[in-house]
């Protein structure tokens, strides 16, 4: 969420931690593993889809549009790399932090 938020200069993402604001519209233990939005009108995107919503919005991501919307690659391998690299955030972020110091 940290990497997603660098590039919201304009900020238009509100990230919520759900562990300090609790909500009672997705389990739990769904939020421990992936990202979850929610837009001014209420609407829910998981996973890859939110993902996906955001990049076409956010400025600084529109150099990886092309890439969220190819046809197959959105719609059938696009949720596979979401899914992997969400199960191996903290390796991610641990390896980066590593790469940095």
């Known amino acids: 969420m940290a990497w997603l938020l660098t590039f919201d200069g304009l ?7 759900f562990r300090m604001q609790k909500t009672t519209i997705f389990d739990n233990e769904k939020l421990e593993k992936s990202i979850y939005l ?3 009108n209420g609407y829910q995107r998981p ?3 939110a993902y ?4 076409l919005r956010v400025l600084g991501l529109w150099w990886i549009v092309p890439l969220f919307n190819v046809p197959y690659l959105s719609q059938k391998i696009g949720p596979i790399i979401y899914q992997k690299v969400a199960d191996n ?3 991610i972020s641990k390896y ?3 790469k940095i110091s």
Request: hydrophobic share 45%.
């Open 11 to 17: 900020n238009q993402i509100r990230a919520i931690d």
């Open 89 to 91: 955030r903290y390796a």
């Open 47 to 49: 996973e890859f889809s």
């Open 52 to 55: 996906k919503h955001l990049v």
């Open 38 to 40: 929610i837009n001014q």
């Open 96 to 98: 980066m932090l590593q």
